[in-house]
């Protein structure tokens, strides 16, 4: 049998919020460039930042070194939006 398939496959949670997380990295692109602005995302978007933040499993397993590296645009946003990453640690 091959190898490969006895590998062990990424969570639908964790590759949820890795879609989630390329998402809103992207929104804060579009916020920097003035395609959206910043009424319209906090209507709409911004309860999910709030939902991403408060999973600490998220939190834990992405946005802490040396994985928050990757996610240096959702970081932004958080602090663009003043959402709180509480267990977040200092920025790698």
Request: proline share 5%.
């Amino acid at each position: 049998m091959c190898s490969f398939l006895h590998a062990e496959r990424p969570s639908r949670s964790s590759q949820v919020s890795t879609s989630t997380l390329e998402l809103l990295g992207r929104w804060q692109v579009a916020l920097e460039q003035g395609l959206l602005n910043q009424t319209d995302f906090d209507r709409n978007l911004r309860y999910r930042l709030t939902n991403i933040v408060a999973n600490p499993i998220i939190v834990e397993k992405k946005l802490r070194p040396p994985l928050v590296r990757y996610w240096s645009d959702f970081v932004q946003l958080c602090a663009r939006c003043k959402v709180d990453i509480s267990s977040h640690p200092e920025k790698s």
